[in-house]
């Protein structure tokens, strides 16, 4: 059978016709297989959903426990038929819970890797590279450009500069779904074992990782009204960015805006947020570890979809792999 008998690209994602779903849909339908938790992959209103037990947990947390009609957990490396088609789970080291998606029929293998990250992360299972006919592939950051340094490097940058700053709040932009609970525990990896203080729209999931084995220490609520402005001073602060252009930001002493995210390499964004101090940390592939993955798996052909979708099919290229774009919209970088 051709790979287009097995998945193809539609309006609401991508489609298997002979089991008759959508891994991560745009818009509501009859049955989702979903590979994380983030909002861009991981929407409400289908009406079943076929996900981790972690996955599950967090859109329930996100969008309450009535989110789809019906839901059903799937172990990592577990076989479920569905119709014609088999499709297994494995770890994608993106974010707790997230998980590649590999679809199978008549020896013909399909693997949607969602967003992944090879490199190891304490707060989630490691990435597993899947020997596929097909390889689904994020291009995120894929281009040359993209070369993400070591995090705990720049967990160190943080923390010298909240010595040497210490009459300054430091506040670390994170988003709230495995960045947050990362930076956290890289922090801490660092020896750093003092209060970190978090914005309200961060507890819930740190609770949750909490739940599931991963110490994130002491997390403290980040209100000002629960003591003088300065007893912030030389504190850490984390919280989602969109918060730091409030009112809430700018009631810690000096603040010092920080900003955790792949995107931090680009200089313009950087200042475009007002970011004094970029921390290039990403929990998506950067350009050599996309090439150094599809190496690895040695797909038969090479399907790239949101993000740098060109740089990476040229590439592929230029290697002797066949490739495509997918061209799917509604996918954005929360996770990055």
């Given at each position: 059978m051709k790979p287009e008998d097995l998945l193809i690209p539609r309006r609401e994602g991508l489609y298997c016709p002979p089991g008759d779903f959508f891994i991560d849909p745009v818009r509501g339908v009859d049955r989702a297989l979903i590979t994380h938790g983030h909002a861009d992959h991981a929407r409400a209103g289908h009406g079943h959903v076929l996900a981790t037990a972690e996955t599950l947990d967090i859109m329930a947390i996100r969008y309450g426990a009535d989110h789809a009609g019906a839901t059903q957990p799937a172990g990592l490396g577990e076989v479920i038929r569905i119709g014609d088609v088999t499709v297994t789970f494995h770890p994608a080291g993106h974010v707790l819970g997230s998980a590649q998606i590999a679809v199978e029929r008549e020896g013909m293998r399909i693997v949607a890797s969602g967003d992944y990250k090879p490199r190891p992360d304490p707060t989630c299972a490691t990435f597993e590279p899947v020997a596929c006919d097909v390889f689904i592939t994020e291009a995120t950051f894929a281009l040359p450009v993209f070369r993400h340094p070591i995090a705990a490097d720049e967990i160190g940058r943080l923390l010298r500069s909240v010595s040497r700053n210490p009459e300054r709040?430091?506040?670390?932009?994170?988003?709230?779904?495995?960045?947050?609970?990362?930076?956290?525990?890289?922090?801490r990896d660092a020896g750093y074992h003092q209060p970190l203080y978090i914005h309200g729209a961060l507890q819930k999931l740190c609770d949750y990782y909490e739940s599931q084995g991963i110490g994130l220490g002491d997390l403290r609520p980040a209100t000002v009204a629960a003591g003088a402005k300065g007893d912030f001073a030389g504190a850490i602060v984390l919280g989602p960015p969109s918060a730091f252009g409030e009112k809430w930001a700018r009631r810690f002493p000096d603040p010092l805006v920080s900003f955790a995210s792949g995107w931090m390499q680009v200089r313009a964004r950087a200042r475009q947020r007002g970011v004094e101090l970029p921390l290039?940390?990403?929990?998506?592939?950067?350009?050599?570890?996309?090439?150094?993955?599809?190496?690895?798996?040695?797909p038969g052909e090479v399907w790239v979809t949101h993000g740098r979708e060109e740089a990476l099919v040229r590439w592929c290229a230029m290697q002797g792999i066949p490739a495509r774009p997918l061209h799917l919209v509604g996918y954005e970088d929360e996770g990055d």
């Open positions: 709040a430091h506040l670390v932009g994170v988003y709230s779904l495995g960045k947050a609970q990362r930076v956290i525990r890289l922090i290039v940390i990403s929990d998506h592939a950067d350009w050599d570890e996309l090439a150094e993955t599809i190496k690895t798996v040695a």
